[in-house]
């Protein structure tokens, strides 16, 4: 007895530590194994990544622009490194085929339609891409291929983790959010910009705390990194009278009107060099001799254009430089981005704003006696507002306002401004600049996803090139004898040249198979179906879809073009099926059935 009361005394003072010990343990470890909890360290992560990937992506094109432009700003030497850009970019597109281009409504597609899968190669090249524009003077922004790497991040975070596919949209988005966090020091415009823009659909307390986090976390990451100084040296704003709101309303409609025609310019620009029958990778020179020539007579399009926006806001741009970068910065990125070069139309967006705000500021300081310099807070104003109208997003664009200013008078003119902005744009053209190009793409991310998903695959994604045909004068008895070796029940036919004249089946041939006498006699285009149903690589499978259920059949042929005879592929049902399957789980679509 004594033995046992002697063995608990030395054995009870560690016992409860230790089940404290492994008490705790169990709780964290069913604490991490939590999915909620697993996905806000992911998002630390994330963010931690993106605000790193952040700080190196706009230190190395800003590091290319002071060495490679600065030395020749203002002479007419400047067109040198615009030149060198281009021959840049069309060796880069050899090595990186996707390199080329506006990226991000391809991007929103991938988030919104794809499942949020991002190939890493891709984004590099855009990177790259986008770091040679902006460090060769190419009149473009850094946000939108900022926002596309740490998309990226989250993307790969998501795939190398083995998160659900489901769930990793909201990774991406959490790399967005914190990417653009990163840049302006503005945590809660980087988590609007992602909700807004970047997912669209899915505004949920779910996905909503891990993009906060992410989001702080970034900005965290950037103020270490860059320090905590904000984006632009913006003065005190100050609201005169409420009657000043006024003329914020009228700007906000001016600033519409200047949107819409920004949006068409742009479009103009794009489809008018597009239409040139030259090589893709020969484009990006003609515009980068464009932009050139027109930085030669006036520099300030060049780049960016973050230091000339400061000296709008601070009031220290001239008036007549301020009125003629209203028209020479939109013409000159439209000529950038719209040949080919990467880049994003977030900070033109802001750069024009400015503009407008300051010209229309000094208009207005007619107006009010002993006023205080207007042209900066007008310009201030103008930034949120021409990118209200432009991505259709007017909450990013207040917020974005409100951290960069630091001050509560600003919220109400932002406000006032950038609703209308954006609603006397969306009158004109019907949306922000991404959503028309997803709509020239046949896609409207507001639909129903199935819809988008469909409308997202071509024909030439999915077709088999290696098209099985039947010379027309073949005999029954020889295609009777083929049909076991292949796979196919339906064949198109096709004459000497190799034209389609007709498409034949197995149904086709049953009344002839007991017919001994005639198989040697009838040839193939005396039996088969002259009336062909065809598909050109680009239609999408919607389209499809609905000529095929006008006429089922087991194959489609595709034709070169509408109108064309010359086969190019062939296209079978399995082929959509598991094209879709795949595009509904994220997978790359290569199939060849």
């Known amino acids: 007895m004594e033995e046992t009361l002697e063995e608990e005394s030395q054995t009870s003072p560690l016992e409860p530590l230790k089940k404290n010990l492994r008490r705790f343990l169990f709780r964290s470890y069913h604490l991490l194994l939590n999915g909620y909890t697993s996905f806000i360290i992911i998002a630390i992560g994330i963010g931690i990544a993106s605000g790193l990937l952040n700080f190196i992506f706009v230190e ?293 704003g400015a503009m407008i705000g300051n010209t229309f500021g000094h208009m207005v300081e007619s107006v009010f006696t002993n006023s205080a310099n207007l042209s900066s807070a007008y310009a201030t104003v103008g930034m949120g507002t021409f990118l209200a109208a432009i991505t259709q997003a007017p909450l990013t664009s207040i917020f974005l306002i409100f951290e960069v200013t630091q001050n509560y008078q600003v919220v109400i003119p932002i406000m006032i401004s950038s609703v209308l902005g954006s609603i006397v744009t969306q009158i004109l053209v019907g949306g922000s600049l991404e959503s028309i190009e997803l709509r020239r793409m046949g896609l409207n991310l507001e639909e129903e996803p199935e819809v988008n998903l469909l409308k997202s695959i071509r024909v030439r994604d999915v077709m088999n090139p290696k098209v099985e045909s039947i010379p027309e004068n073949m005999t029954l008895r020889k295609l009777i004898e083929y049909i076991p070796k292949s796979r196919y029940t339906t064949f198109p036919v096709v004459d000497q040249k190799g034209l389609l004249v007709g498409i034949i089946s197995v149904q086709d041939l049953r009344e002839w198979l007991f017919e001994e006498s005639l198989k040697d006699l009838v040839v193939v285009k005396e039996v088969a179906t002259l009336s062909v149903l065809t598909v050109t690589p680009d239609e999408t499978m919607d389209v499809v879809l609905k000529k095929w259920s006008k006429k089922p059949v087991e194959i489609l042929p595709v034709v070169e073009s509408s109108g064309s005879k010359k086969i190019v592929g062939i296209l079978s049902r399995k082929a959509i099926i598991t094209a879709y399957n795949k595009a509904i789980s994220g997978e790359p679509i290569e199939v060849r059935v």
């Open 60 to 352: 190395s094109y800003e590091l290319l622009y002071s060495r490679v432009v600065i030395p020749f700003w203002g002479s007419p030497l400047v067109v040198l490194p615009l030149v060198s850009g281009s021959l840049i970019l069309v060796v880069l597109s050899f090595i990186f085929p996707d390199i080329l281009g506006y990226g991000f409504p391809r991007f929103l597609e991938r988030v919104n339609l794809r499942g949020g899968i991002i190939s890493p190669k891709e984004t590099l090249a855009k990177a790259i891409g986008s770091c040679v524009t902006l460090g060769f003077g190419g009149s473009a922004g850094q946000e939108g291929p900022i926002a596309q790497i740490g998309g990226a991040v989250g993307s790969i975070f998501g795939q190398v983790l083995k998160v659900p596919r489901n769930k990793i949209r909201v990774l991406v988005a959490c790399g967005v959010a914190a990417g653009i966090a990163a840049t302006f020091n503005a945590p809660i415009a980087g988590v609007l910009f992602a909700e807004e823009i970047a997912l669209l659909r899915d505004f949920k307390i779910v996905s909503f705390v891990p993009i906060v986090i992410a989001s702080a976390v970034g900005t965290i990451t950037s103020r270490m990194l860059r320090g905590g100084e904000p984006i632009f040296e913006v003065p005190p704003y100050q609201l005169l009278a409420y009657k000043e709101l006024f003329f914020y309303a009228l700007f906000g409609i001016i600033s519409g009107i200047l949107a819409a025609g920004f949006i068409k310019l742009f479009y103009g620009v794009k489809d008018s060099i597009g239409e040139l029958k030259l090589p893709n990778y020969t484009k990006p020179i003609i515009g980068g001799i464009s932009v050139a020539l027109i930085g030669v007579f006036f520099p300030y399009v060049l780049g960016n254009g973050y230091e000339h926006v400061e000296k709008a806001l601070l009031g220290e741009l001239p008036f007549w430089i301020a009125l003629g970068l209203i028209v020479l910065k939109p013409l000159a990125t439209s000529l950038t981005i719209g040949s080919g070069w990467p880049g994003g139309i977030f900070a033109p967006s802001i750069f024009i």
